[in-house]
């Protein structure tokens, strides 16, 4: 039942063009080369080391590792991280 | 810019989150909207900053996630005035400071003109200084517009002015006519051509008038060479009146002039000995003090003097300048010219002087100078028959003669 009603969810929205991150609250990653990613749409902070930072997002949670990781600035809204990134994972 | 500006007055700290679960904390700070930024790890704690405001609200937040929080540093605004709150003039000296800066930028600081090509700036300076826009004056009394269309008309060669005040600039910009004058013929009255040398006539064109003389004439000075006065003769051959122009004509004659010229053979050089004072002096409303003074030792010395005027912007010059002397001393030896070198002398004198005549536009017929020396003096002297153009104009008075006309006329008839 829950499967199905999401999928017809999930199709309304779709047909009515309604950004994913706003239907299904999708996280939103940018990133800027290797040395800035921006983060919209997330629940929060699990781990913040200079080499790793776990987010959890409302489906998964993302992981950024890297090196001299450092978090510009930081809202509920949003974040932005600046170091050398080296891999993005959603686990 | 204006982001750091703000947040400089409003103020920050940054704090250092060490123990508990800081993960708790952030997410914390971030359910609270509280904005953290330069968020750093270091030694297994968190540096970051934080406004004023939120951390005020932080302490619960730390004591439910069971951190540590310290500040480590304070900046912007309320913590400068905090800290020197006891000074009383170093803010007293502020805010005379601003309110001075508010009320100067009430004045014109600084005229600039540009654009202007024949006309110079102190040609223009100075005919705003009798129109009393000077320097130091209040923003307040220049009327822009009115002051563009009293340039246009006092200097008829501006065919565009505009005049705009910029914080305390006074900016004029302007565009000069370039286009070359058409060579206006000026509309003489009725006049004659009078002779203003005495010589023979070469060559005589007239546009208008009667010519009076022609070619191999001799004339003298005043003599009438055209006349603006045409005779009007009737039918029977007799003259029934007289019509009056303003006689044109190129005449050349022929003029001798004298040249004459003399000069010892002994003259003075200027030997420099190589030693030289300075001295400095500043000058403050023309009053000038001497910064070093000494006294000159030399007897017979060339004096020097570099002067430079304060001035703000390009055109306030301010009533101080300063400057240095230089007192160079040197001999006078005398010296005699060798023959040859007093007549190369004399001759590059008289060729200068034909080169000069030349260029009016007279042409050297004949060129009689002698140049003789003896022991003292050197000395040329003969003439030079030049051709040039005469010819003076002088007004002449019709009223008389038409009524003279006119009456022989009627008696005639």
Avoid at chain 1, 51 to 75: P, V
Avoid at chain 2, 163 to 170: A, C, H, K, N, P
Avoid at chain 2, 173 to 201: H, R
Avoid at chain 2, 213 to 219: I, L, T
Wanted: net charge neutral; hydrophobic share 35%.
């Amino acid at each position: 039942m829950s499967s199905k009603s999401k999928s017809i969810y999930q199709k309304l929205s779709s047909s009515a063009q309604i950004p994913k991150d706003l239907s299904d609250g999708a996280v939103l990653v940018s990133l800027v080369g290797q040395e800035e990613v921006c983060i919209e749409n997330y629940k929060g902070i699990i781990e913040y080391t200079s080499a790793r930072i776990m987010l959890q997002t409302k489906n998964c949670k993302l992981e950024i590792l890297g090196k001299h990781l450092y978090i510009s600035y930081y809202t509920c809204e949003e974040m932005k991280v600046t170091g050398h990134i080296e891999q993005i994972n959603y686990l | 810019m204006i982001k750091q500006v703000i947040q400089y007055c409003k103020g920050h700290v940054r704090i250092r989150v060490s123990g508990g679960s800081y993960d708790r904390f952030l997410n914390m700070c971030a359910k609270h909207d509280l904005y953290i930024w330069d968020l750093e790890y270091a030694d297994n704690a968190y540096e970051m900053n934080i406004s004023i405001k939120g951390f005020r609200i932080l302490r619960p937040l730390a004591r439910k996630s069971h951190t540590k929080v310290r500040i480590i540093g304070r900046y912007g605004l309320p913590f400068f005035v905090f800290r020197y709150r006891k000074r009383k003039m170093l803010f007293a000296g502020i805010i005379s400071g601003a309110i001075l800066m508010v009320f100067l930028s009430g004045f014109i600081w600084d005229i600039n003109i540009n654009g202007n090509q024949t006309l110079t700036t102190d040609v223009i300076i100075n005919y705003l200084e009798s129109e009393n826009i000077i320097h130091g004056m209040p923003k307040a009394s220049v009327d822009c517009k009115g002051l563009a269309a009293d340039l246009r008309q006092q200097f008829n060669d501006l065919i565009w002015v505009s005049v705009r005040i910029e914080g305390t600039r006074l900016l004029i910009d302007m565009q000069e006519n370039t286009d070359l004058k058409l060579d206006d013929k000026i509309d003489y009255g009725p006049s004659d051509l009078v002779s203003n040398v005495e010589g023979t006539v070469v060559k005589i064109i007239t546009r208008s008038g009667v010519p009076m003389v022609k070619a191999g004439d001799e004339v003298k000075k005043d003599d009438l060479l055209v006349s603006g006065q045409i005779e009007i003769i009737n039918d029977s051959g007799e003259v029934a009146g007289y019509q009056y122009c303003a006689a044109d004509a190129d005449i050349y004659v022929k003029t001798r002039y004298l040249y004459s010229q003399t000069f010892s053979m002994n003259y003075n050089v200027k030997e420099y000995s190589g030693q030289l004072k300075r001295g400095y002096y500043l000058n403050i409303f023309g009053k000038k003090i001497s910064l070093i003074r000494k006294k000159v030792p030399f007897e017979t010395y060339d004096v020097t003097t570099i002067e430079q005027q304060a001035k703000l912007g390009d055109n306030f010059y301010l009533p101080v300048s300063w400057g240095s002397v230089d007192y160079k001393e040197y001999e006078l030896i005398q010296k005699t010219y060798s023959k040859n070198a007093a007549e190369k002398r004399s001759e590059d004198t008289l060729n200068k002087f034909l080169e000069k005549i030349q260029e009016k536009g007279v042409q050297i017929f004949e060129n009689n100078v002698k140049i003789e020396s003896d022991g003292k003096t050197c000395k040329a002297s003969g003439e030079v028959i030049v051709i040039e153009k005469v010819g003076k104009r002088v007004e002449r008075n019709t009223e008389n003669e038409y009524h003279r006309v006119d009456s022989g006329d009627s008696g005639g008839t």
